[in-house]
């Protein structure tokens, strides 16, 4: 086998392992685990870099840059998800009486 089938079957093999370890974790756990998957897309998106500007085949690189957006999507998510979690616990401002 080549080096770029091999970089395929580990980004298939990293996609279904992703995919079984999210499906299994418990919905009140999802939230607080958000920062450790921001920073594991986070690697993933410098991995994703150095696979697209190495790789010298046209699929390899399609398949970097289909990590690089999924991955990055996945990170402005959870950003958005903790912000919003963050949001619920701030005391509400209180009004100026006139």
Known sequence: MNDELYLILIFIMAMLLGYELIKKIPPTLHTPLMSGTNA?????????????????????????????????????????????????????KKRDKD
């Open 40 to 92: 594991i897309s986070g690697i993933v998106i410098i991995g994703s870099i150095l696979v697209i500007t190495s790789a010298s085949s046209l699929t390899v690189n399609i398949l970097g840059f289909i990590s690089l957006v999924l991955s990055s999507i996945n990170v402005f998510g959870g950003f958005t998800v903790t912000d919003r979690m963050l949001e619920m616990f701030k005391k509400p």
